[in-house]
């Protein structure tokens, strides 16, 4: 489509301030600026601006395209209107023209100016030489050619200015017609539409401006519930807890999350405390023993035999603390999962069958009676030493633990999917109350107390278990305890 009369230009305004400096301004703290280098502030730098910004950003987006697809499609469905109603016209005019001629031509535009009720309609035809025989323009449109094509142009209509939008055509014998629309109200209509989507884009953008803020408040209130508690347990109190709102959202699930993390924490912190007061307990008796018997050597000892055989004595008790470290170690090697790395496949029947010789003759001497049982095969995956310091440990507690007269028994089972080394005795048992914390570092029983030991036997066992992805179960052997190490069937060995 042509444009008639001159084009339009923009005069370019007075260079506008980039906005970033005058924003930065209002909202940046005074600091000493240093070259090269510059910090945002402290407001720019919030997740929750950011979180507030995005989705301010988004609900202008979508309510922006909405309201500008509304504007479109309402300015082109008035276009067409206006075109369709002009190609009718036209079409009607040429079947008149068909019809009767020029005189009929001239009856129908006339007839249609005074039937036009909302006196919109257009209508001009001309001779060759340009003088007026119907319509209600005065007289042809400068610039504007008589060759089938669209135009928009300013036109005065009984003497009032308005804009029109006509379609000229070329007719036998010389003779030019113009048909169109007066376009004017539907010009301010457009214009009342545009006014409106930039209202309604202030509206929107003050709407997510709100929305923004309200975003960024919930934001903080939640991460600052979050930041508190932190800084508290960072401070030391850990009994402080990140508070639930109740309502089950994500923010909630969060909270939960952090407040089991910091459980588990403060348990293992108690757990150090405890270990820590252990060791010193466990530590000082043997240590301050060893002391003991060294001064006394030191200031009686009648003879070099009485000071080899103090220091012997010293040695032994100095070589069991070394063994209560080395056991700590070992257990913290396995729980690292350290030694996973040679696990390999082995059969337990020889296994159990030297621990079985071995003990068996320690209990004869006690006066105990020791029974073995086992399969011919108990094909597992895993640490062969590992595996026999832990059947060890629960041997050395049914003796220690065991009367004479009394029966220790050792029984190696295969069923499905696992394998089954079981340990019991007829001792005094443990009971059913104390039994999840005598596989804790250090714990002793109240049936213990005065028994030798350093409370780490089942505490490794229940290491070496949980390392090869098996258990550690602990029953009344009606009279004693009855201890259950199961282990996975031998399976592929993850190395």
Do not use: C
């Not at 489509?1 to 703290?29: S, V, Y």
């Not at 293992?268 to 010193?280: C, H, P």
């Not at 190696?412 to 089954?420: F, I, K, L, P």
């Amino acid at each position: 489509m042509r444009e008639a009369g001159p084009a339009a230009t923009l005069a370019p305004g007075p260079r506008a301030r980039p906005w970033r400096q005058g924003f930065f301004r209002r909202f940046r703290h005074p600091r000493p600026w240093q070259p090269g280098r510059w910090t945002p502030p402290a407001l720019l730098r919030s997740a929750g601006l950011r979180f507030a910004g995005l989705y301010a950003a988004l609900f202008g987006l979508s309510a922006l395209a909405l309201a500008f697809f509304l504007w479109w499609d309402t300015a082109a469905l008035l276009d067409r209107q206006v075109d369709a109603s002009i190609h009718a016209d036209a079409e009607g005019l040429n079947e008149r023209w068909q019809a009767g001629g020029l005189p009929a031509l001239i009856v129908t535009i006339r007839d249609r100016l005074v039937e036009n009720v909302d006196d919109d309609a257009i209508y001009l035809l001309v001779d060759t030489g340009g003088h007026r025989l119907a319509g209600n323009l005065d007289r042809w449109p400068a610039g504007v050619a008589a060759d089938d094509d669209w135009y928009e142009l300013p036109i005065v209509r009984d003497n009032i200015r308005s804009l029109a939008r006509v379609h000229t055509f070329d007719l036998p014998g010389g003779f030019h017609l113009l048909v169109g629309r007066d376009v004017e109200a539907r010009v301010r209509l457009r214009h009342v539409l545009t006014d409106a989507l930039l209202w309604a884009l202030l509206v929107i953008a003050g709407l997510g401006g709100v929305g923004a803020l309200l975003v960024r408040s919930v934001l903080q209130n939640t991460l600052a519930d979050i930041s508190r508690t932190t800084a508290a347990i960072g401070a030391g109190d850990l009994s402080r807890r990140v508070p639930l709102s109740g309502r089950g959202d994500e923010f909630d699930h969060l909270a939960a999350t952090i407040n089991d993390m910091l459980e588990r924490i403060s348990r293992l912190m108690d757990g150090v405390r405890e270990v820590s007061n252990a060791i010193a307990h466990d530590l000082r008796t043997p240590i301050t023993r060893a002391r003991a018997r060294l001064e006394d050597a030191l200031a009686h000892a009648a003879g070099e035999a009485d000071l080899r055989a103090a220091i012997e004595r010293a040695e032994a008790d100095l070589d069991g603390i070394v063994a209560i470290f080395q056991a700590i170690l070992r257990i913290a090697e396995i729980e690292a999962g350290a030694r996973r790395s040679a696990f390999a496949a082995l059969d337990l029947a020889p296994l159990l069958a030297d621990l079985a010789e071995f003990y068996g003759a320690v209990a004869e001497e006690r006066g105990i009676a020791f029974v073995s049982r086992t399969p011919v095969r108990l094909p597992v995956a895993g640490d062969r030493d590992m595996i026999q310091q832990a059947v060890a440990n629960l041997l050395d507690n049914a003796l220690k633990f065991s009367p004479p007269g009394g029966e220790i028994r050792l029984i190696g089972e295969a069923g499905g999917e696992s394998v089954r080394i079981i340990v019991s005795d007829q001792g005094p048992g443990i009971p059913e109350a104390e039994r999840r914390h005598v596989t804790e570092r250090f714990y002793r029983g109240e049936s213990a107390r005065s028994t030798p030991g350093s409370g780490l036997g089942l505490a490794l066992a229940l290491a070496v278990a949980q390392l090869h992805d098996g258990t550690l179960t602990l029953a009344d052997n009606a009279p004693g305890l009855r201890a259950i190490l199961t282990l996975p069937a031998r399976r592929a060995v993850d190395v």
